[in-house]
């Protein structure tokens, strides 16, 4: 394997710390606007209006140690080359198998070097470009385990919140592995427990059974989204709708004309009437008055029935098909949104 240019690492990790501020204090301002307290949510120093990065890369085991700290001017950045281990207090030693670890909120010390860390990663080379791609889904995770690692400090509250996510991964295989399960028991426990769409889908500020008054009676009857919330990834209000978890959506699969089974059309065209009545002011205007929610150009999301593996391609492909405002979230893909964030928290707790 060639060595690494050293300049292009280090604009490259320049460049990834960057972007990362950036979505951090894009989102801070986003959770302010729509009322979300963002002292739990933004971890140090991302809450700061300046940072000091020291990043240090090992050349020969092409790993990266960033250490992101608070700054009292001015950003600033710092890149050093290194060989062995990228810690330079290695109180560990990252595995080759491994692509991702953070610390955050401790100080790593030596009988004559002492290192305070506000926040850090340590990269493998593929853990470090697959974030480079994707700052915001890395900063909006980071939210994530901020609010947890502030909510759950003491042991108790950790094993006490481990007990319910794994009350609440049991009773999600008995609600969405069971096609005969009501919709409204669905709904009705989804609004009790907004976790999962809040780390399943990164959806905040729920906002259940709002009723959209017919104002200019364009429509027969009032509508009644079952959620409005705001997606924290793509930055806007969604409307989402549930359907029953019957086993399969896609009709005709591996065939000539495999598609989507009617009742996804329905779905979408039902969420299409809640989407269409933002794009008038005088609808946008009395959701303001009654529910204080800013929503405009809002997207869609039906949530419905289980794709599994062997359909999966022909879903993706399917869903490439349909516009831009409509996503389909099947439920065992819910599930197993929810079932990698327990993971994430249950590892963030052994650290």
């Given at each position: 394997m060639s060595k690494p240019n050293i300049n292009i690492?280090?604009?490259?990790?320049?460049?990834f710390c960057e972007n990362l501020m950036k979505e951090f204090k894009d989102l801070t301002k986003t959770l302010k606007d729509i009322g979300v307290d963002t002292r739990k949510a933004i971890p140090e120093p991302f809450n700061n209006q300046f940072i000091k990065v020291y990043a240090y890369f090992s050349v020969d085991r092409n790993q990266y140690f960033i250490i992101f700290n608070k700054a009292k001017?001015?950003?600033?950045?710092?890149?050093m080359a290194v060989s062995g281990n990228p810690l330079p207090i290695p109180i560990f030693d990252f595995s080759k198998d491994s692509k991702e670890s953070t610390m955050q909120s401790l100080t790593l010390k030596?009988?004559?070097?002492?290192?305070?860390?506000?926040?850090?990663?340590?990269?493998?080379?593929?853990?470090?470009?697959?974030?480079?791609?994707?700052?915001?889904?890395l900063a909006t995770e980071m939210i994530r385990r901020n609010i947890?690692?502030?909510?759950?400090?003491?042991?108790?509250?950790?094993?006490?919140?481990?007990?319910?996510?794994?009350?609440?991964?049991?009773?999600?295989?008995?609600?969405?592995?069971?096609e005969h399960t009501p919709e409204l028991v669905i709904d009705k426990f989804l609004e009790d427990n907004p976790l999962i769409l809040e780390k399943g889908l990164n959806l905040v500020k729920p906002n259940h059974q709002i009723v959209l008054k017919n104002i200019l009676e364009k429509y027969e009857h009032d509508l009644k989204p079952d959620l409005?919330?705001?997606?924290?990834?793509?930055?806007?209000?969604?409307?989402?709708?549930?359907?029953?978890?019957?086993?399969?959506?896609?009709?005709?699969?591996?065939?000539?004309?495999?598609?989507?089974?009617?009742?996804?059309?329905?779905?979408?065209?039902?969420?299409?009437?809640?989407?269409?009545?933002?794009?008038?002011?005088e609808h946008r205007d009395y959701v303001y008055r009654k529910y204080k929610l800013e929503v405009q150009y809002p997207t869609a999301i039906g949530v419905i029935g289980n794709v599994f593996l062997e359909e999966q391609v022909a879903f993706s492909r399917l869903m490439h098909n349909e516009p831009k405002w409509f996503s389909v979230i099947p439920y065992n893909y819910l599930y197993d949104n929810f079932c990698r964030y327990v993971e994430q928290f249950l590892s963030q707790q052994s650290q």
């Open positions: 690492t280090s604009n490259m990790v320049n460049y001017a001015k950003d600033e950045f710092t890149f030596s009988q004559n070097q002492s290192i305070p860390i506000a926040y850090s990663f340590v990269f493998s080379h593929d853990g470090f470009v697959d974030r480079l791609n994707n700052p915001r889904i947890d690692f502030h909510n759950y400090q003491k042991n108790e509250e950790r094993l006490k919140q481990l007990e319910h996510l794994r009350y609440l991964l049991e009773k999600m295989e008995s609600l969405f592995f069971n409005i919330a705001y997606d924290l990834l793509n930055k806007s209000w969604v409307i989402v709708d549930y359907k029953k978890a019957k086993r399969n959506i896609i009709k005709n699969l591996n065939k000539v004309r495999t598609g989507l089974k009617s009742e996804v059309h329905d779905l979408r065209n039902q969420l299409l009437d809640y989407k269409e009545y933002f794009e008038e002011k």
